[in-house]
Structure formats: structure tokens, C-alpha cells
């Protein structure tokens, strides 16, 4: 294996409605960052890859319309999947192991706003049984938040102390979007909006733009901060079809972790991306992680939730949560797909 | 029906709705557009002139924000002359599109070609906008109708090549 390392990452401030900027117009500030900080000269990038879907913007191929950021003349090596953007570092990652490359920049993006996402993400499912019902994400991660309450894993008040702790910490993230001091009493006292799930445990719907430079070889080290490197990275999925599924459980993310070696040390914190409260409940037991384990230092997607990146920032948050000397060892998960469906680990070091 | 007879297609009823915002430069570019003047951006690194706008410069990756009005005057980059019809396009067979490089602007523009007989249509041929009347004048491209021959000599392929 070589040694891959994030040597930047950027990203915007995320907001419920972005609608002064377009994607373009929103992505060549972030991306000139994340590549202005990597001490990687943009010419020598050897590949671009991003993640981003085209039902967030209603416009085939809107993906294209990315390119348009990124300068690819002379043409560049660019890539592209339908999948947060934590995927596009997959790519990436795989391209620099193949050794055809030694420096990547990857992105992700969305704004969900300009969409209905509880009925956008209705079409990821399968159209022949499950999408047609109309069933909308929020009614989908419900389910799981009842059979997991039901399963004495988790109760309302489990999940409310979740959500206050996410935002409670994103409070020093300048880029959240909802944080501040809730009270428990009062969060249980609201009426739900899907039974079991209040606001508090649903994440906001977020516009907002993230980037990554992953650095291999001689680019390791060139940059403003300390390399982070990415010591082992897997993902796996379970069944599309919810009723195959035990919904408590992830699967995926267990198998994931074990691939890549999330217990090969000792693991200090992690950045789980758990759009609902409940989901980090499944992601900590699934990875193992006990109460040692510090969960989401950025305030995580509960804090602001960007499809098709909230992933991707992930992984930035924890490099740069290691690159700042916070932590020396720690794991990034990304999600994917209705109730936790596909899962990304990521484990991180510094040097 | 017999039941070993496969089932071919089923229907899945579906419909989202979206608001889209064009973003800054289309907006100033729209907005100029309502006024009769065609405003296109200059990318701050290459110098291109982008009609319409979009924001960026795709072959730098740099923002462009500097404002240029280009002609609605300009010269045939390659047509078409269409001959089958299309859903959702309410124009009369046959009828031309064309690339048309206005003059300002390093990109071509799409455009319709009339008042010409369609074997005359050729590339490096001079065409001019013909606008609707000013009291009908909205936010968007059909202000202009379409192009017509000016009459003037053609542009030789060589002094466009690069702008195709
Ligand atoms: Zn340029």
C-alpha cells in the first residue's frame, strides 16, 4: 500500500437556501482554497473526481456543469460518481494505490435546496416496490428510529441528548449551520414530525460545498498543514430492500470498519455521518466505539448536512481535527442510501 | 393474460418540482437582456469573452465577473437545417440553427436563421439579430427572434477557427 495523505481541506459555510450563487460559482472558491493550501501547484493535480447528483439540481447532467470549475484546458483526468463525495475520494484513493497518479483533488456538492428533499430521495429507491409508495426519507428513517427503540437500543431522550451534544459542539464549528445550547425537557416536549423523530433528531437541509487534496509520494508534506494519512479506507452495503434489512444493525459499517482496520489502533475520536440522531447509536455499536470515544469534534451532520458531501466533510473535519495536533488517531464514516443503506470508513492518522 | 406471460413495464407515477436561481452572471446577463443589449463576462486570465455568462472561465476554472457588451451582430461557426420535428419545439419545417460567433465574443451563440434561402446558408456568413418589438421584451433569449444575412462578406473560416 502507499502512503496517501489529505493534505488540505477546505469547504463553505453551509446555509438552508443558497440561492445568490450557482454550484460553479460556489465550487472555484472552494477548490482554489483546497489546492492553494495542498503546496500542490494546480498543474501538477493529477486527477479530479467529484461527487454529486443530479436530482439535487432536476437537470440531467448537471454534474457536467462542474467541470466548468475546474480549468480543464489542457484537458485534465476527471472523474465523477453519483454518491457523496467521500466516494470520490474512494476513487480517488484506488487511482493513487494503482500508482497511476500521485495527487488528487476531490469535491462534493449540493444544494438540496432547490429540490423537495424529503421527495427527492424518494427516488433512490427501487421504482418497482418501495418507490412507488411514496414513502419520503424522514418517514424511512423513522422506521428505523422506532425498531431500534423498540429493540431497547435507544430511547426519545437518548436521541434528544444526541442531537444537543452534536449542536452543543458545533457551536466552534464556523461553518455549522444550526448549533447552540438546547434544553432535553424541552426538545421532548415538541411534537414529532415523523413518530419517533422531532425536529431536533432530523438533520437540516443544507447547500454547501466541500474539497479534499489527497497527496502520495514526493506532494506529501508540501503543504500549510500537517499531512494526515488515510491508514486504511473500505465500504460496503446492505440490501436496497428495507424489508431484508434489520434496520438496528448496520452490517456494512461493521464490515467496512474491520476492513479497514479501525481497532488496528487506538481510535480517539470519530466523525460519523448520522443525518439522523439515532443512526449514531447503530454506527458506534457496529464500529465498537465505547464512551471513550469522542463523536462528531465538528458537530456532524446533525450541525449541517450538505448531500452529496456531508461524507466528505466528514473525512476533511477529521483529518483536520488531527492536522491541528487535536487528536492523533481517529475514524471518518460516510453514508449513503436510505437508513444507512451503504457505508464508508475511514481511518486517519498524523504522522 | 397467462401467468408465465413477463411482465414488460410497470408505471411508476412520479413528479418533483424545483426552483432554480440562474445565479449572478446570468441574472446580470438576463437583466441586460430585458434592456435590448447582450452582456457577456471576460475571464481576468485568458481574456476570453463568455455570451452568455455563466460565471466562469471552463477553460481557466476562474471566476469571471467583468462586464462586455457584445454585438447582436456576428458571423456563421456552423448550422444546421432541421428537418424532423421535436416535442416541445412549436417552429415551422424546416427550419436553421446556427453557432453564431457575435461580434465581442470569443464563444459561439445559438441562434435561429431566417429571411434566407436555407442552400445559402453557409458557414462564415454575416447574420444580424432581428428583435422583437421593445414593448414585449422579457428576461429571456427569445427577445430575439432570430438572425438574418447582413449582406456583408463572409468572415474567412481562418479568422474564426479558434472560436468554434
Ligand atoms: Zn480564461
Known sequence: ?351 | MSDKEPVKSIITPTRTEYTYTPGPSAQRSLRALARGKLVGEICPSCNQVYYPPSGACARCGVATRDEVEVADKGTVTTYAIVRVPSENIDLELPYCTAHILLDGADIPFFGLIQECEWDAVRIGMRVEAVWKPESEWGLNAENIRYFRPTGEPDVPFEQFKEHL
Open chain 1, 1 to 351: 500500500m502507499r502512503d496517501v495523505a489529505i493534505a488540505s481541506f477546505a469547504q463553505t459555510k453551509y446555509v438552508r437556501n443558497q440561492v445568490e450563487l450557482t454550484e460553479v460559482d460556489m465550487i472555484i472558491p472552494v477548490i482554489g482554497d483546497a489546492i492553494s493550501r495542498s503546496g500542490i501547484p494546480k498543474s501538477e493535480i493529477g486527477f479530479y473526481c467529484h461527487g454529486s447528483s443530479d436530482y439535487m439540481a432536476g437537470q440531467s447532467f448537471a454534474f457536467v456543469g462542474a467541470v466548468d470549475a475546474l480549468g480543464a484546458f489542457p484537458p485534465i483526468a476527471e472523474s465523477h460518481v453519483e454518491m457523496d463525495g467521500a466516494w470520490a475520494l474512494y476513487e480517488a484513493w484506488v487511482k493513487i494505490q494503482c500508482g497511476e497518479v500521485d495527487s488528487a483533488l476531490v469535491f462534493g456538492f449540493g444544494r438540496a435546496s432547490m429540490g423537495k428533499l424529503r421527495e427527492t430521495m424518494n427516488l433512490q429507491l427501487d421504482p418497482y416496490t418501495l418507490g412507488p409508495l411514496g414513502i419520503d426519507s424522514i418517514s424511512l428513517a423513522a422506521l428505523q428510529a422506532r425498531a431500534l427503540i423498540d429493540a431497547g437500543k435507544t430511547s426519545e431522550r437518548q436521541m434528544a441528548e444526541i442531537a444537543i451534544r452534536n449542536r452543543r459542539v458545533a457551536k466552534d464549528n464556523p461553518n455549522a449551520q444550526v448549533t447552540g445550547d438546547f434544553e432535553v425537557e424541552k426538545l421532548l416536549a415538541e411534537p414529532t414530525i415523523v413518530s419517533p423523530l422531532r425536529k431536533h433528531d432530523c438533520p437540516p437541509i443544507s447547500d454547501g460545498i466541500s474539497a479534499v487534496v489527497l497527496a502520495a509520494g514526493n506532494h506529501i508534506g508540501r503543504g500549510e498543514s500537517k499531512p494526515v494519512f488515510i491508514r486504511g479506507i473500505d465500504h460496503r452495503l446492505d440490501s436496497h430492500q428495507l424489508g431484508g434489512r434489520d434496520l438496528t444493525r448496520s452490517p456494512s459499517t461493521k464490515l467496512a470498519g474491520e476492513r479497514a482496520g479501525v481497532h488496528d489502533g487506538p481510535v480517539e475520536f470519530a466523525e460519523l455521518h448520522a443525518p439522523f440522531s439515532h443512526q449514531e447509536v447503530i454506527l458506534r455499536e457496529a464500529l465498537g466505539l465505547g464512551d471513550e470515544v469522542v463523536i462528531n469534534p465538528s458537530g456532524g451532520a446533525l450541525a449541517a448536512n450538505p448531500m452529496m458531501t456531508a461524507g466528505l466533510t466528514r473525512i476533511g473535519e477529521a483529518a483536520t481535527h488531527i492536522a491541528a495536533g487535536k487528536a492523533g488517531r481517529g475514524v471518518a464514516h460516510a453514508t449513503s442510501g436510505p437508513c444507512l443503506q451503504q457505508n464508508l470508513i475511514c481511518v486517519l492518522e498524523g504522522e
